[in-house]
């Protein structure tokens, strides 16, 4: 992961192209003729060793004729001219490389990157459109146009569509901060990208197009990191997967690659759209509602609901279709909002949820109806729409509605319907902020995105550590279950073993007899756990029992027992004459009638590794295909958050006479699977089908477990690294207690309390600036932070003098390693008035044996030369100043941590 040189992609002080040509038509001829209208401020060298002069100007024969290292090289030669160009390149002190060239084979194409890679030089590409970065007037593509400066970042995998987009957003107005075409991302790809955007000042929001993900867990770290700053909205080609026909269990087969992909998005607390008009749509609505869009817990829920404004029914209409389509619930009127309408609205309007105000409203009327509504909070989000009239003129309407607007402006959308008729009224609200739509269904689908993209952003929010199950799982159990499993080269455990594995984890299960294929021991058996019973084919070769005619239910006596042992032997011979059957598994019925079947399930997912799924069970969990999918490790309100996904979560909560389920024993089975997937790294599948889930809680009737002795999955597989509970320290400093522990996203308001104890001098040391306040954005940053690549530990300690704070933070440090783990920057402060304590020290010392742990080879900092209390424990702690240093007023220094 790394951002290194990408300054010299986005902002070059010099460009050279290689290839740059005349003729006609040619990438060369098209890339020089792009960059040279630009406007781009920099020094501009076409090099071409068959030509003197290329349009005009002077060419150069060679890299090393130029007369100066260009920041910047653009490549449109033949494959086998790229490698030699980029290491001449490199040598010279190109920073970066934009590889146009197509065709290479797979060995030229590592021979450019090892070229590159001896000289730090970033490539995008190659077989790439290039790049387009409108704000420092830089076209270093061979678009057929150029691109309008504006506020959004667009990344693509298809050149091809990076030319249609921009035909499409220059019909619209749309503006980019950048506009980048990755090609075959053989170095710099979305991960490196989504880093440096999440930073850069001139981009607003990301969009992406993708086709595929080759680093996953750098593109998720990425991704939290970028979606924590800014909108990011993703289009995702590839909606089937035809692997998931191949799968060897129900799961296998439902979390098909890309249901998982959705997942995957949802965590990073990114947005994903299914089309390119609604990448610039969301990209509208989130930018309105940005501050309304991020997940907190003191944002007004009524929000989420939606009443309908309209001067024609049947806008009104379509629009309430498409909100029940998309789950937006429309919200109802009160009585003293209806009457308060009453008094402004003739006796003929709709006296509901859509607020039809007739088609003949004059301006009066529109701005009645809209004072009124928002004067009422539980009108939650209005939707404005409105078709032309020739009572009035529309623009006369948006004029007199405007002021109403700019009160609460981010309770307001609104959807002009027509063309040229409703251009100005729409030209006016878009001018002041609001978002417009053409139609009613794209502005409910809109907002139908704004409250997806709220539900990712509190996903985002959520670091559990990897064992967050309700009842600590017995972990010695697991691993004694399956051992026989692995020495025997066994693929899947036995029901028994698979239901001795939920036992273990404290997942209630159906109680089981193993008995031979034979009848009077299954009677024998039955007549142990009591009538009626189940009958079960035990078979290693047979996972899918129900396919095969190998399960009979309700058997209530000797008889029926019998005839079942009988029938389902002759069945399942014939089914599967190769099974090795080595009897049967005889369990007592559970009789829950009330209790809704439901499936549990994980999966080794190629590109993701362990996922959750969940959904409704039972023999047709296919056919309904009522399921959703989370990436682990999941603690409480990832569960809930998951199992609110499904349709059968409407029927959890209860219907008439039957009483809610226990969620709470349904997720704690979601949490105990979660942990297990971390833990027991040879579990690769699981299937608990049916779960029955009733008022009694719940229990698990069948099960099925996939293990695998190389061990693939484990925490160490997970796209998410869990909160690393295992730093967690308990000591004692200063006869009070102590915890010095890795920072979570929920200490936001302890930190913020900590930051503002903070002397001005203390914060100019640590930051070289003095600041009087932090915005919410840097305060998310400094605290949601990604275990994967960084690193903050704080001390805590219980709180003194209430305030209602259970704990309070005493200091902290932080380090940030480098892509290739060579070096971590580290800051470090502690609470002005506990300074000269050792805080300090204990926090260095922290950080320093973590560090070490994790294979970096020097810490370093930059210190201000009159820090004289940091300069003394640097020293104390074996830090040297470095060989270079940067700044008179400052020191380098460094620590060999190897």
């Known amino acids: 992961m790394s951002i290194r040189h990408l300054d010299s992609l986005f902002h070059p002080r010099s460009v050279a192209v290689f290839g740059a040509s005349d003729r006609p038509a040619s990438v060369g001829a098209t890339v020089w003729r792009n960059l040279k209208a630009g406007g781009f401020a920099g020094a501009l060298y076409p090099v071409n060793p068959g030509r003197d002069q290329v349009d005009g100007d002077r060419a150069w024969p060679s890299a090393a004729a130029l007369p100066e290292a260009p920041e910047l090289a653009v490549i449109c030669t033949p494959p086998d001219t790229v490698a030699p160009l980029i290491a001449e390149l490199g040598a010279r002190g190109t920073r970066a490389a934009i590889v146009l060239t197509a065709g290479q084979t797979a060995a030229q194409k590592q021979a450019m990157l090892d070229a590159a890679r001896r000289h730090l030089l970033r490539i995008l590409g190659p077989n790439c459109l290039g790049l387009l970065a409108p704000h420092v007037g830089l076209n270093a593509s061979f678009a057929h146009r150029a691109a309008a400066r504006g506020p959004l970042a667009f990344v693509s995998q298809s050149g091809a569509l990076v030319t249609a987009m921009l035909d499409w957003a220059a019909g619209r107005g749309v503006g980019f901060s950048q506009f980048v075409s990755l090609g075959e991302h053989a170095d710099i790809d979305f991960g490196d990208l989504l880093d440096w955007l999440a930073n850069d000042q001139a981009t607003r929001a990301i969009l992406l197009y993708i086709e595929s993900v080759e680093s996953p867990r750098k593109f998720m770290s990425a991704a939290r990191a970028a979606a924590r700053n800014k909108p990011v909205i993703v289009v995702k080609a590839g909606r089937t997967s035809a692997g998931q026909q191949a799968a060897a269990s129900h799961t296998g087969a439902l979390a098909g690659s890309d249901i998982v992909f959705d997942a995957a998005i949802r965590r990073a607390g990114m947005l994903r759209v299914k089309t390119l008009q609604d990448l610039f749509d969301a990209a509208q609505t989130l930018a309105h509602f940005r501050g309304a869009a991020a997940a907190d817990d003191n944002r007004d829920p009524r929000l989420d609901r939606l009443t309908l404004v309209t001067n024609g029914g049947g806008a009104g209409v379509m629009a309430a279709d498409e909100a029940a389509a998309r789950g937006v619930e429309l919200a109802p009127l009160s009585d003293a909002t209806r ?145 026989p499993a692995l020495a025997e080269g066994r693929e899947w455990l036995t029901e028994p073993e698979a239901k001795a594995v939920l036992e273990a984890i404290a997942v209630p299960v159906a109680g089981t007899r193993i008995v031979g294929a034979d009848a009077d021991a299954a009677v024998a058996a039955a007549q142990a756990v009591g009538w009626p019973v189940a009958l079960k084919i035990l078979s290693p070769q047979i996972t899918h029992k129900s396919d095969v005619g190998g399960v009979a239910l309700d058997l209530a006596d000797d008889s029926a027992l019998r005839s079942a042992v009988a029938a389902m032997l002759a069945r399942v011979r014939a089914a599967r004459p190769d099974a090795d059957i080595a009897g049967f598994t005889v369990q007592r019925m559970v009789r829950r009638p009330r209790a809704l079947e439901l499936i549990v399930g994980a999966h080794l997912d190629p590109l993701f590794g362990p996922v959750i799924l969940f959904g409704a069970g039972g023999t047709a969990v296919e056919v309904v295909a009522d399921r959703a999918i989370a990436l682990p490790p999941l603690n409480e309100p990832l569960a809930r958050a998951l199992v609110d996904r499904t349709r059968i979560a409407r029927l959890l909560a209860g219907w008439r006479d039957v009483p809610a389920a226990d969620r709470a024993a349904v997720h704690g089975v979601l949490m105990a699977v979660s942990q297990l997937l971390a833990e027991v790294p040879e579990i690769t599948e699981l299937d608990i089908n049916p779960l029955l889930a009733d008022a009694q809680g719940v229990i698990a009737l069948d099960a099925r477990v996939r293990v695998d002795a190389r061990a693939p999955g484990g925490a160490a597989a997970f796209a998410i690294r869990p909160y690393p509970a295992q730093l967690v320290e308990q000591l004692s400093w200063r006869e009070r207690p102590l915890t010095l522990r890795p920072i979570r996203p929920e200490d936001e308001p302890q930190h913020l309390a900590f930051l503002q104890k903070l002397d001005p001098v203390d914060i100019r040391m640590r930051v070289f600036y003095s600041r009087q306040s932090i915005t919410r954005t840097e305060l998310a940053r400094l605290t949601q932070i990604d275990y994967e690549r960084e690193m903050a530990f704080v001390a805590t300690a219980p709180a003194e003098g209430g305030g209602g704070a259970p704990e309070e933070t005493l200091g902290v440090v932080r380090a940030t390693c480098d892509p290739d783990n060579d070096s971590a920057e580290f800051g470090i402060v502690v609470r002005s008035d506990l300074k000269g304590g050792g805080l300090g020290e204990l926090l260095m010392r922290k950080l320093i044996d973590h560090l070490r742990a994790r294979g970096t080879k020097r810490l370093v900092a930059t210190v201000l030369r009159e820090n004289a209390r940091m300069l003394e424990l640097a020293r104390d702690l074996g830090f040297r100043h470095a060989t270079e240093q940067p700044e008179a007023d400052t020191w380098a220094i460094e620590l060999p941590l190897q």
Request: hydrophobic fraction near 50%.
């Open 339 to 483: 009457d308060a309408l009453d008094a402004g609205l003739p006796r003929n309007w709709s006296r509901a949820n859509p607020v039809d105000i007739i088609g003949d409203a004059p301006v009066a009327r529109y701005e009645h109806t809209l004072r009124t509504l928002l004067a009422d909070p539980d009108s939650g989000t209005l939707l404005f729409m409105h078709a032309p009239t020739a009572i009035v003129p529309s623009a006369e309407i948006a004029a007199a509605l405007l002021p109403l607007t700019k009160a609460q402006p981010q309770r307001l959308l609104a959807c002009w319907l027509g063309g040229a008729a409703v251009a100005e009224a729409r030209q006016a609200f878009q001018a002041a902020g609001v978002p417009c739509y053409d139609t009613p269904e794209a502005a409910v689908e809109a907002f139908a995105m704004l409250l997806d993209y709220r539900r990712n952003q509190a996903q985002l929010l959520q670091a559990p550590p990897a064992g967050s199950a309700p009842v600590a799982p017995d972990l010695a159990r697991v691993r004694a279950v399956i051992a």
